[in-house]
């Protein structure tokens, strides 16, 4: 439970080269269960070293050590896809990642979505468009949502329904989501792009 | 003193004008005359911030120092008694700080009794009884402990010794109807039938020209918010804390005032932000009692939050049904009749009455209604968005159906021919609003689309009714502050629907102000102002009269305040576009510069929700239209599009209302084509209490769907709000198995309309 | 989820004696999401898991000078569904890798953990039924639920195989590389798997120790014309779902004659089903909807279904017909007749 050490380093992730990369044997020996490694963990641009026992989850880790309450449990059991954080730039289950297996590599959760005090275009648009209802899921949904605009940043209504379908959301119907996500695509292009007159205030006829 | 006014009421369409009685210090009544300017708008949610941010806290997200956390140990038995329970060893463990057994039958009688939310009373005589206690459900709580972390209460429940005396158990529904079924309840497992009647049916019946008569069946569906129940408690003294996973904060406080014998002024709770409730989460529940009392016991805060399977044992669920149904009708349609007959089960709870629909939405002289309860021993039943409305609509509206092919009949047609028409009433526009969206004109009869191959096409409607007005007690403080902040407060609690914008809307509406200028203070006991629960659409029409009225009593004193400045009287003073203008002399002063005339730090009015207007405040109402398409190779079943129309009174914020209906819609189809809870009758043991198998339509099932929303001037409170929270979810599942049958020619008359249920109706067709 | 020791080997020599070593209270961590979903609902509780992903080779996705296709096992099924020659030779393996839960599912997911991924069955997973699997001694499918069970090769357990990725590699005729204490193993994909009337207490042939290194693919493309295939997946819910049904079709065409065929069904039976009889129904044959349904016929026709899941037999006639028909260009199947 102990947060040891944090301290700033340099936002921009390092490039991988991919989840093999970390050399062998860095552990030589098994880590006991009722032990704590210490673990590296890079989470939004800042640098923990922590220590934890080997079956504590991504998503324990963050809520429970950081504090990073942002990231929600929801099934546990990868059915829901509400623990969704980016882990080497791309969208994981925090609640089937081990936390040691995170040793060393970039992890972005929503707490870490936007460029200082400017909010990511996603979270913008999910505000303004009411993409957030009760808000439960929206923190996975962001971060799916940014590795898709990352990887596409002109997704079409079936690349983004593609892109979330793990990720379940109670209230709205989805398609408030689904046009903030194109909105926020929009926005990365031309920064004053509005949301459509219909989007904000449906039909009217 | 009541007073008598001139109100108008109706529709865009179509207006007149009412005298209503009405206490003589309401506000003059938002009707079709009022010229609002915030009020109708689409505002984004003020928390939409906090919530894409992260920073929203959750019941889950709450630490306190020093806090333990709880774990529930939960009997794997559907039925046995409970002969003893030994925590010795686990008390013993390095890092448990407190353990509690519920091995009295009685332990949670009190919780029972003031359980507002439908938990089962049908054992309370039992609950007095001595001897062992009966575990009425696999789920059925055992056992608690708290300890310093989540890993080390999980250690301790497997120390947990408990022995039971397993007894036979029923948990399916045909089984309990049963003879020689094991008795749930001592006095068997049948509850009396509630019979309901008007006119004649047997008389209906002769008179009709054609009579249809089928039998509909529904499953159990599970609530599944996002977020689990859960509860973090900390006593300080004799007084107690607990932020709550709750659609309810004054229940919660009630409830565990009651429990632990205190009074309701020692215990405060606070829900900020809920993942979600549908219905599940009113009252603290046995959750919320036990985060109370381990956090008692251990002397520090205890945060139990449930995990899925949890959740899916014994947090509520909503009943299944065995419907049948039997319409008669005359040649142009008119309904002459309509017998429903129906029972399902609430587990070890009720509410598995089904018959609104059929008493509510349409003309018929005659109707006989007759509902049975049947108890399992499964978990208790809890309201489930619109209790009851789904299933009766699915039946109802298949049945209408059935009759509208049989006298050949458009299914939109019979509807309107049944109308029942009120001035106050939009549903007709509704109709026709939401049948042009669709395409109605392109539906075929289901002969025709038998022809188009093995993808068919169909067309299916139906109607959505909900009658709950809301009404007091409900209270709200509006205060200005000199610096020209705004507050509005109220211990209400925003289950997600917006309810905390739609209170700054209607604050800044009486202010003229914009909405994110006003700062909404909910979700606290503490605020003092009461709310009801938000259940059965009844928050925004409980609590925004009384928020209107108290921020009328704040700009009253403003304008007295600021008066002199101006040179004008009080009366003639308005508040718009951020300014107080004098209507008479045309000198103004920006809000601020108003504000900065009090005399004192604040100015603060406190008003109460006045009782619903008589003569007006009928339901809201909607009309949904989809459009399928049906693949008879798979049986899968695809919605293409959805249109749904309603209202919800006067229409407070466009873009949070259009989310209900969307989010509605959603949960109707989710209901309609996917979500069963399945039961193990040999071990009593639910197989889907988690989301892989109980399964929810998620993005690549979403149909194309236009929300519109209409106003009607139906005054039902000075606001003229009504509720939206049921309506959108109630037809969805009739429309889509409508359009479903549509494209088939069959009738599907069980939901959800799995590929088993399609391919099993085409092999009857084939054979038939 | 219980404690368990975490070890990190550094080479398949001392992973696999860890293994060894662990003597069945071991477990291998590839992509983990079935493991930790396991040992969640404690179905099963290591005392060590040995991580697979420090051993350095294992993700590679290469093609040989011989036209052959090499996929380690712990390549992630993203990788797989987005290898671009992958998918224009093995449609139906990228296809079915692409099918396979959700986007973050895949990223993880690797070839090998879907391989050998233990059944979905809802007695299997929960903790309060000790099944037949699971050293019991009923299979709770013949007494209680059996919606999503097996239709074919069931007995005495009648669970079903969950992996999509299996019946697409076993149609493409896919060999199996295993590395354990007693050396190397190199084994057709469709003889990994065994019946619960052969063994109970697991699908494939694996035993402690042993671990999936590597799945490998004939050249599939030749002078005439090559092996077509085709996955198609059918489930209840479009989002992020396991198969009721699904099919892998490779075909060898001539014109519109096929000289070979596999046809590979899973959700059906407790192992990735290969329907010879399907097969020897349209090899030599032209392909066209009358065929194909034979084929699509002949697969069911030994089908004995339970309480629950007769519909998977017309689901089943209707995914084969639809896939020799898509594999064969002879249309969808889907227009009006």
């Known amino acids: 439970m102990a947060r040891l050490v944090k301290r700033r380093v340099n936002a921009r992730p390092r490039r991988r080269a991919g989840i093999l990369a970390r050399q062998a044997g860095r552990r030589p020996g098994p880590v006991d269960p009722h032990r704590r490694v210490f673990l590296r963990l890079h989470v939004n641009g800042a640098d923990h070293t922590i220590a934890v026992a080997p079956h504590r989850t991504l998503l324990e880790i963050l809520r429970e050590d950081l504090g990073l309450t942002g990231t929600k449990h929801g099934c546990e059991l990868g059915e829901c896809g509400t623990c969704t954080v980016l882990l080497d730039g791309i969208p994981v289950l925090s609640c089937l990642a081990l936390g040691l297996e995170c040793d060393d590599r970039p992890v972005v959760t929503v707490e870490g979505l936007a460029d200082g005090p400017t909010p990511h275009p996603l979270q913008e648009a999910f505000t303004e468009l009411g993409a957030a209802q009760c808000g439960y899921c929206t923190p996975g949904i962001l971060c799916a949502a940014k590795a898709l605009l990352e990887a596409d940043p002109d997704p079409n209504r079936d690349a983004i329904r593609e892109a979330l379908s793990g990720n379940l959301c109670r209230c709205t119907g989805y398609i408030k989501i689904f046009e903030a996500v194109e909105l926020a695509a929009k926005r990365r292009r031309e920064p004053r792009a509005a949301p459509s007159r219909e989007t904000l205030f449906g039909r009217r006829d | 003193m009541a007073a008598t006014r001139k109100v108008k009421i109706g529709t865009a369409r179509r207006t007149e004008t009412i005298d209503i009685r009405v206490p003589e210090t309401e506000p003059p009544i938002w009707d079709a005359d009022a010229k609002l300017t915030v009020v109708g708008g689409s505002y984004p949610r003020l928390d939409g911030a906090a919530k894409v941010t992260g920073k929203a806290r959750y019941t889950f997200d709450i630490n306190r120092p020093g806090m333990l956390h709880g774990r529930i140990l939960r009997s794997p038995h559907a039925h046995a008694r409970l002969l003893a329970v030994d925590v010795s060893k686990a008390a013993r463990l390095a890092g448990v700080k407190a353990t509690a057994t519920f091995e009295s039958p009685t332990f949670f009688a009190a919780l029972d009794e003031t359980d507002e939310s439908g938990k089962p009373v049908e054992g309370a005589g039992e609950k007095a009884a001595t001897g062992p206690r009966r575990i009425l459900f696999a789920g059925e709580e055992i056992a608690a402990v708290a300890a310093l972390t989540p890993d080390i209460a999980d250690d301790a429940l497997d ?177 002459t009749a309509i017998h429903l007959r129906s029972y399902g089960t609430g587990g070890i709870g009720g509410g598995a009455g089904v018959s609104g629909p059929v008493r509510m939405i349409y003309a018929c002289p005659n109707i006989k209604t007759e509902e049975q309860d049947i108890s399992t021993n499964a978990g208790f039943a809890m309201p489930f968005r619109a209790p009851g409305f789904p299933q009766g609509s699915f039946a109802l509206e298949s049945t209408l159906d059935e009759i509208a092919d049989r006298l050949g009949l458009d299914p939109l047609a019979l509807r309107k021919t049944n109308y029942i028409d009120r001035p106050n009433k939009g549903l007709m526009e509704q109709y026709d609003l939401a049948a042009r969206a669709i395409g109605w004109e392109r539906r075929r009869p289901p002969a025709e689309n038998a022809a188009a191959g093995p993808i068919r096409r169909g067309f299916g409607m139906g109607t959505a009714t909900w009658g709950m007005y809301g009404g007091p007690p409900a209270d709200a403080t509006v205060t200005i502050h000199s610096d020209g902040r705004v507050e509005c407060i109220c211990g209400t609690q925003d289950i997600g629907t917006g309810t905390r914008t739609a209170m700054a809307v209607v604050t800044a509406e009486v202010l003229g102000l914009k909405p994110e200028q006003i700062k909404v203070v909910l979700g606290d006991t503490a605020t003092g102002m009461y709310s009801p629960a938000s259940g059965g659409s009844v928050t925004l029409t409980s609590i925004l009269p009384a928020i209107r009225a108290a921020a009328e009593l704040a700009r009253d004193k403003l304008f007295r305040a600021v008066a002199p400045a101006l040179a004008a009287k009080p009366e003639d003073l308005e508040a718009s576009g951020g300014r107080v203008r004098d209507r008479v002399g045309g000198r103004s002063a920006a809000f601020t510069a108003a504000a900065a005339r009090l005399k004192s730090a604040l100015i603060s009015a406190q008003a109460a929700r006045a009782d619903n207007y008589p003569g007006v405040g009928i339901e809201s109402f909607g009309a949904q239209f989809a459009e399928v398409e049906v693949d008879t190779g798979t049986g899968r079943v695809r919605v293409l599009r959805i249109a749904a129309a309603h209202d919800a009174g006067r229409t407070i914020n466009r873009l949070t209302a259009e989310s209900q209906v969307n989010g509605g819609v959603i949960m109707g189809l989710s209901y309609a084509l996917l979500e069963r809870r399945v039961m193990d009758a040999p071990t009593g043991i639910v197989m889907n209490p988690n989301l892989e198998d109980y399964k929810i339509a998620a993005t690549l099932e979403m149909p194309e769907i236009t929300p519109i929303m209409m106003d009607v001037y139906d005054p039902a409170n000075n606001a003229g709000v009504k509720g939206l929270g049921e309506p959108p979810v109630v037809p969805t599942a009739a429309a889509i198995a409508n359009a479903v049958s549509n494209a088939l020619g069959v009738r599907v008359r069980d939901l959800p309309l799995t590929p088993d249920v399609i391919l099993a109706a085409l092999a009857r067709k084939e054979q038939a | 989820m219980r404690r368990f020791a975490f070890i990190e080997p550094p080479d398949l020599a001392a992973a696999t004696e860890a293994l060894a070593r662990g003597a069945g209270k071991a477990a291998i961590l590839a992509g983990g999401l079935d493991l930790l979903g396991e040992m969640k609902d404690r179905i099963i509780e290591p005392a060590a898991v040995v991580n697979l992903k420090t051993v350095r080779g294992l993700d590679a996705i290469r093609f040989e000078p011989d036209g052959s296709l090499r996929i380690g096992a712990l390549a992630t099924l993203a990788s797989v569904a987005a290898h671009p020659r992958l998918g224009r030779e093995y449609p139906a393996v990228a296809q079915a890798a692409q099918s396979v839960g959700s986007v973050e599912i895949r990223n993880v997911g690797t070839v090998g953990g879907n391989l050998c991924q233990r059944p979905r069955c809802w007695y299997y997973r929960s903790p309060l039924h000790k099944c037949l699997k699971k050293g019991g001694d009923v299979c709770f499918t013949t007494v209680g639920q059996s919606r999503y069970h097996a239709i074919l090769g069931g007995g005495p357990s009648y669970i079903v195989h969950p992996s999509d990725l299996a019946p697409a590699l076993i149609a493409c005729d896919a060999r199996i590389t295993v590395v354990g204490p007693d050396g190397t193993k190199d084994l057709p994909l469709e003889q990994f798997y065994v019946l619960p009337s052969v063994r109970l207490d697991h699908e494939t042939i694996l035993k402690p120790g042993e671990i999936v290194t590597e799945v490998s693919l004939p050249a599939s493309a030749s002078a005439d014309g090559g092996t077509r295939s085709r996955f198609l997946k059918f489930r209840e819910k479009d989002s992020f779902d396991f198969a009721l049904v699904s099919v892998a079709v490779a075909l060898r065409l001539q014109g519109n004659s096929c000289s070979a065929a596999r046809v590979v069904l899973g959700g059906v039976a407790p192992t990735p089903w290969r329907s010879k009889e399907a097969e020897s129904a349209i090899v030599d044959r032209s392909i066209g909807p009358r065929s194909a349904a034979k084929a699509a016929a002949a697969a069911l026709a030994d089908a004995s279904p339970m309480s629950h899941n007769e519909y998977k037999i017309p689901l089943a006639r209707t995914l084969i017909t639809r896939a020799l028909l898509e594999t064969a260009d002879q249309g969808t199947g889907l227009a009006p007749s």
């Not at chain 2, 932020?243 to 020692?266: C, E, I, M, N, Y």
């Open chain 2, 159 to 335: 120390l947990i010794e408990v022995r039971y005396e397993p007894l036979p158990h029923v948990v399916d529904l045909e089984d309990a109807r049963k003879p020689d079924a094991p008795k749930v309840f001592p006095d068997g497992n049948q509850r009396p039938a509630t019979v309901w009647s008007a006119g004649d049916v047997e008389a209906g019946f002769r008179e009709a020209d054609a009579v249809v008569e089928a039998t509909y069946t529904t499953p159990v569906a599970l609530h599944n918010a996002l977020e689990t129940h859960g509860a973090v408690a900390e006593w300080q003294g004799g007084k107690l804390t607990v932020w709550a996973s709750t659609q309810g904060v004054f229940g919660v406080r009630d409830d565990l005032a009651k429990f632990f014998k205190v009074p309701s002024r020692d215990v405060r709770v606070i829900s900020e932000y809920l993942g979600g409730g549908f219905g599940a989460k009113f009252g603290a529940g046995v959750t919320g009692v036990v985060a109370a009392l381990l956090a008692k016991k251990a002397g520090a805060p205890v945060k139990l939050m449930l995990d899925r399977q949890e959740e899916n044992l014994a947090t509520g669920n909503r009943p299944d049904s065995v419907q049948w149904l039997k319409i008669g009708a005359k040649r142009n349609g008119a309904l």
